[in-house]
């Protein structure tokens, strides 16, 4: 089974291939690989969700909102793809009343 770890070195390695400075691949690397147990979580969710309570549905997918769009958004923006985008025209870069 391949770890967290390894995942974050190939995508530092990747990146690092890239000509992007030390300290960015670095962050791009943490960035994509912090949440790798909410993933975890989400994947066992999804093969199994026949089987799976209200509950547990609801604890697994408020985890992983409250955790991954952040990282997700800031890999996105430390490898040139800029800022987040309200693409579905929803409020996701206003605050919750």
């Known amino acids: 089974m391949v770890t967290g770890e390894v995942v974050k070195q190939r995508i530092g390695a990747a990146f690092a291939a890239n000509n992007l ?10 960035h994509m690989t912090d949440w790798g ?5 989400l994947v066992a ?4 969700i026949d089987h799976v309570e209200d509950e547990k549905i609801r604890k697994v997918v408020i985890k992983f909102l409250a955790h991954v769009p ?3 958004a800031a890999a996105k923006k430390l490898v ?18």
Do not use: Y
Not at 45 to 48: G, K, M, T, W
Not at 80 to 97: A, K, S, Y
């Open 21 to 30: 400075k030390p300290d960015i691949v670095r962050e791009i690397a943490f």
């Open 37 to 41: 147990d909410d993933l975890n979580e």
């Open 45 to 48: 969710l999804f093969n199994n």
């Open 70 to 72: 952040n990282h997700v």
């Open 80 to 97: 040139g793809l800029g800022p987040i985008e309200d693409v579905f025209r929803v409020g996701v870069l206003e605050e919750d009343t």
